[in-house]
C-alpha cells in the first residue's frame, strides 16, 4: 500500500458563507476503510458543521500514469448534515490503493489537515504467519512468552507463566471498531492437547501487566481445550468479566486448518467456525457452528489477540482484517 501524494486545492466557492465563523474541525471518520472499487456510507465526527456544508478529498493525482488511464481515485457524495458535529457522505474508491485526505468546507473555511489520510483503500489480504516476517507482525509479548515459527503450520508459543497469564499483541495490524470491519483467524492443532485462546484485544491492553484476570482483558477470544472449544472469554476489562456460550462443541481435528471468523456490523457481530482449504483460506470446507457475540467490550482500536496459554501444539496461520 502507499500514500498517494496531494496537492490541496479549493473546489469554486459558495453563496453562503458560514456564519459563526469558527472553521469546521473533523474528529474521526468511520467506514472510510474499503477495498479497492470499493463504495462504502461513512460517518464524519467532528464540530462547527454547517448544513451548507461541502465534503472532498482536497487532491489530485499529478502523476501522469493515472490521468493518462482515467482511473478513478476517491469520490465523496450524496454528503448530508445531521447536525454539527456529525455528517454522513458516500465514498467510491477507485483502482488506487492508498491514503487519502478528507476536507470538510463550510464556505470559505476548512477543515485544514484534521481530516488528512482518513480514507484508507486496500484489498484485504491474507497475513501468511509461515512466511511474513516476525518484525513486520510488531508483537508485543508478555514475560515468559518464547514465539516460534512452523514453515508449514504458522506460529507456536512457549508460556513459562501460568497459563492465562501471557499473551501476544499484533501491533502492527490495528483498525477502528467504528469500521465494522471482518476480522478472520486461522489456526491448526498438531495433537489434541492443552489450551489455547486467540480472538480480538484492544490496542491499550498491556500484556506486561494483565493483571489478576487475564482472561477477561481481551475484546473476545474462543477458548480451545483439548482440540474442542465452547467458549468464549474477554469484556475488555478486568473489571467487566464477560464469558459466552458458542451454542455447542466444536471439535477440531489434527492436522486441518480452521478459521475463526467476526462479521461485524454497526448492531451486531455474527461469529462463525468452519474448516478451511488449507491452500484457500476462503474456501470453507465444513461448517462448525455460528452465533452473535455479545462481548460488552467497547475498545476504539482493536488488532489480534492471542493468549499463548499451555498448548505447544497449536499455532496461528494466517488473520485477515476487512
Same mark, same amino acid.
Given at each position: 500500500? #502507499?500514500?498517494i501524494r496531494t496537492q490541496r486545492f479549493v473546489r469554486g466557492t459558495q453563496n453562503k458563507e458560514n456564519t459563526n465563523g469558527l472553521a469546521p474541525f473533523v474528529s474521526e471518520v468511520c467506514g472510510a476503510r474499503m /477495498? +479497492?472499487?470499493?463504495i462504502r456510507r461513512v460517518q464524519i465526527k467532528g464540530y462547527h458543521f454547517t /448544513?451548507? +456544508?461541502? !465534503?472532498?478529498?482536497?487532491?489530485? @493525482?499529478?502523476?501522469?500514469?493515472?490521468?493518462?488511464?482515467?482511473?478513478? &481515485? &476517491? !469520490?465523496i457524495s450524496q454528503v448530508k448534515f445531521i447536525n454539527p458535529t456529525l455528517l454522513e457522505a458516500v465514498i467510491f474508491a477507485g483502482d488506487t490503493e492508498g491514503r =487519502?485526505?478528507? @476536507? +470538510?468546507?463550510?464556505?470559505n473555511l476548512n477543515s485544514g489537515d484534521t481530516g488528512n489520510e482518513t480514507i484508507v483503500v486496500i484489498n484485504p489480504v491474507w497475513v501468511d504467519l509461515r512466511t511474513t516476517s516476525v518484525i513486520d507482525l510488531g508483537l508485543e509479548i508478555s514475560p515468559g512468552v518464547i514465539i516460534n515459527r512452523n514453515l508449514e503450520k504458522g506460529l507456536w508459543g512457549i508460556n513459562r507463566s501460568s497459563d492465562f497469564n501471557s499473551a501476544v499483541? =499484533?501491533?502492527? =495490524? /490495528?483498525?477502528? #471498531?467504528c469500521d465494522d470491519l471482518s476480522f478472520s483467524i486461522v489456526f491448526t492443532l498438531s495433537e489434541i492437547e492443552g489450551i489455547s485462546l486467540f480472538g480480538i484485544g484492544g490496542i491499550g491492553i498491556e500484556v506486561g501487566n494483565l493483571g489478576?484476570? /487475564?482472561?477477561?482483558?481481551?475484546?473476545?477470544?474462543?477458548?480451545v481445550i483439548n482440540g474442542t472449544a465452547n467458549q468464549?472469554?474477554?469484556?475488555?476489562?478486568?473489571? #467487566?468479566?464477560w464469558t459466552q456460550d458458542i451454542g455447542g462443541t466444536a471439535s477440531f481435528e489434527v492436522s486441518k486448518f480452521y478459521k475463526l471468523n467476526y462479521n461485524f456490523s454497526s448492531t451486531r457481530t455474527l461469529m462463525t467456525i468452519s474448516e478451511v482449504d488449507p491452500l484457500n483460506f476462503d474456501r470453507s470446507v465444513l461448517f462448525l457452528r455460528q452465533w452473535f457475540l455479545d462481548s460488552p467490550s467497547d475498545n476504539e482500536v482493536l488488532l489480534p489477540y492471542w493468549t499463548v496459554g499451555s498448548n505447544q501444539n497449536f499455532f496461528l496461520t494466517a488473520f485477515k482484517i476487512g
Open positions: 500500500m #502507499r500514500t /477495498p +479497492v472499487k470499493g /448544513p451548507n +456544508v461541502n !465534503v472532498d478529498t482536497g487532491s489530485e @493525482i499529478d502523476s501522469s500514469e493515472f490521468k493518462s488511464a482515467g482511473n478513478l &481515485v &476517491v !469520490v =487519502f485526505d478528507l @476536507i +470538510v468546507r463550510n464556505g499483541k =499484533f501491533r502492527a =495490524f /490495528p483498525w477502528k #471498531r489478576s484476570e /487475564p482472561l477477561f482483558e481481551a475484546e473476545s477470544h474462543l477458548f468464549m472469554y474477554g469484556g475488555g476489562s478486568r473489571y #467487566r468479566r
